[in-house]
């Protein structure tokens, strides 16, 4: 379709001449996913009107128990510090943001009593939201939620003091209470994703009384980062960080006839295997998160008959990362700091060559099959985000010709050097039986290039943890090479691009919890990403985010190995409703069992 046509059929939207469902349709004929139909819209300020609700209860409590395992257990119960998706989920069983996001990319009302649009006054022009909050809702502890509550959270998440992962979000916004249940959120210049703030994974709203002795400085002694005090379909009962989280229904909970569990009991640790069997053959457990588990497996185990698999498809990403920074030697008193840089990776030939190394067909059709789809973009949905313009190559004879073009010779040990510096890199990932699979795989192909891996695995609950003190997280990265998954929990990449920026880099002064682990920098990337913040264009908005894609993977510190669908097992009574774009415990409070 031109883009004389689409813009024709937005304005069609606008005026009530065509349903957005019957525009939504039309996008999705053409190519587009649904949620891209509907972002599409939302950046030119059409919003849902009278946005539907699907997640209906059916009772509150004679559930019983729901039994969930979590293979990597989270390690703390505070929202704003949930580096990874561990954290991010445990914590939504408790807390709430103002909406979240549904499968189709719809904004669903949490916290909020509207979503905000142009109809309802929500929007009154390009840098203002006014949300309107949801009455009668009370903390865990029965204390009253209001705007004092979503004015404190901004503050306390936007100030670089407290070391949050949402801080970039937060910390220029302006909020204001209009009443006790209403709250103008004021951007500080023109911004088309309004919804960044408040929403999804990003937006869990603190409770004022509970979080204000502890704001700043004072932030990682709250005894609530591990006793949280939500207003979530569940309340706290016992937490064990890495192993175990109790919760029992929230009978005050403020979505009629939720939740249908009596408790809740998250099992953390183990492996991914373990887990899958746990729900696909034993029926331990009701519901199993990230079963990263080979395909051919996890098809053996579905056919027991006790539990079903669905793979959510978002725009996840598992890749390697090669260091910018030297892990080894300190800087400044600090090791990967900033302004080094690695002995290697800094000559591009080298990185070339690793890319070249890294068999992504293999592991697709080898290892995760429907799991993992083989890529060499980072951002590959929604499709109209996607960029045409990059391509991965397989070849080992190759990169032995690119090393050996930028001098990098083999010596007798067969390891390529330069000068005193030998291609020797620590290459380090969490522990999963298919991830070890793939680093051996790598390590195969790099050995016959002329470079040494030392692969190195790490338990998950260490890795993917958020202690400061730990040289082994995934945050810290003190290694050459790292390999995990990074998630896309919104329909829009505003946030999912962000890591990427140069003011998100982790590092000591921030406790590491910022989110550009691999420390990478660069000018254009920073001023295309502040101009998609700002831009209304839908078209011109797209291209922006497709250049930053191919800047960082054009650069070659980050190697795109493949998409990864979410796949989630669970038994075959369970009804779980589950969002590509949000968390898997997002509409926990809807879950039932068919009796």
Request: one cysteine or more; charged letters at 25%.
């Amino acid at each position: 379709m031109l883009e004389r046509e689409l813009r024709q059929k937005i304005e069609e939207v606008r005026s009530g001449a065509l349903p957005r469902r019957s525009f939504i349709q039309q996008m999705v004929g053409l190519g587009l996913t649904a949620p891209m139909a509907s972002m599409l819209l939302m950046h030119e300020g059409i919003a849902q009107t009278t946005p539907t609700i699907p997640y209906k209860g059916t009772k509150r409590g004679g559930g019983g128990v729901l039994k969930l395992i979590w293979w990597q257990g989270a390690v703390h119960l505070n929202p704003h510090f949930a580096g990874g998706t561990k954290e991010q989920d445990a914590t939504r069983i408790f807390y709430e943001p103002l909406a979240s996001w549904d499968t189709e990319g719809n904004l669903i009302p949490a916290l909020a009593a509207e979503i905000p649009s142009k109809a309802n006054g929500g929007l009154p022009d390009s840098r203002t939201v006014i949300w309107k909050l949801k009455r009668g809702v009370t903390w865990h502890d029965g204390k009253p939620f209001t705007a004092d509550d979503v004015l404190f959270t901004a503050a306390y998440a936007g100030d670089p003091a407290s070391s949050t992962v949402t801080v970039a979000t937060y910390k220029d916004l302006k909020l204001e209470k209009i009443d006790s249940h209403t709250v103008r959120v004021t951007y500080p210049k023109p911004t088309p994703y309004w919804a960044e703030a408040l929403t999804g994974s990003f937006g869990m709203i603190l409770p004022k009384h509970v979080f204000e002795p502890f704001i700043g400085a004072k932030s990682r002694e709250n005894p609530a980062n591990v006793k949280p005090v939500g207003t979530g379909p569940y309340k706290f009962a016992d937490f064990k960080p890495g192993d175990m989280i109790r919760a029992d229904a929230n009978l005050n909970y403020h979505v009629p006839n939720q939740p249908f569990f009596d408790a809740l009991e998250l099992k953390g640790g183990g492996d991914a295997l373990s887990a899958a069997r746990a729900v696909l053959q034993t029926g331990e457990f009701d519901f199993a998160w990230n079963l990263a588990v080979e395909d051919e497996i996890l098809k053996r185990m579905e056919a027991a008959g006790k539990g079903k698999l669905a793979f959510l498809v978002g725009s996840d990403i598992e890749f390697i990362s090669l260091n910018v920074t030297d892990p080894w030697n300190e800087v400044e008193g600090e090791r990967g700091h900033k302004n080094s840089k690695h002995p290697a990776f800094s000559d591009k030939a080298v990185r070339e060559a690793m890319a070249m190394l890294v068999d992504r067909k293999s592991v697709q059709d080898f290892i995760y099959g429907r799991g993992g789809i083989a890529t060499s973009n980072f951002l590959n949905n929604p499709p109209r985000f996607r960029s045409p313009n990059t391509k991965y190559e397989f070849n080992i004879d190759k990169a032995n010709q690119v090393l050996e073009a930028a001098g990098w010779k083999k010596g007798a040990d067969g390891i390529r050097a330069k000068g005193n510096v030998k291609l020797k890199f620590v290459f380090q990932t969490s522990v999963s039986q298919p991830r070890q699979k793939c680093q051996a795989i790598i390590k195969d192909a790099c050995t016959k290039a002329g470079i040494d891996l030392e692969l190195k695995s790490v338990t998950a609950a260490v890795y993917f943890g958020s202690d400061a003190a730990n040289p082994d997280t995934y945050q810290k990265f003190w290694a050459d090479i790292q390999m995990y998954t990074t998630t896309m929990t919104q329909p829009d990449p505003q946030i999912f691009m962000e890591q990427f920026t140069s003011d998100q880099i982790a590092q000591k002064a921030n406790k590491w919890a910022s989110r550009n682990l691999v420390r990478w920098s660069n000018k254009e990337y920073d001023a295309t990403f502040k101009a998609a913040q700002e831009e209304f264009d839908g078209v011109k908005r797209a291209a922006m985010f497709i250049k930053m894609n191919d800047l960082v993977v054009s650069d070659m510190h980050i190697i795109p190995l493949f998409s990864r669908p979410r796949p989630r097992g669970s038994s075959l009574k369970l009804n779980a409703p589950l969002s590509a774009w949000d968390n898997d415990t997002c509409f926990l409070g809807a879950w039932s069992r068919d009796a």
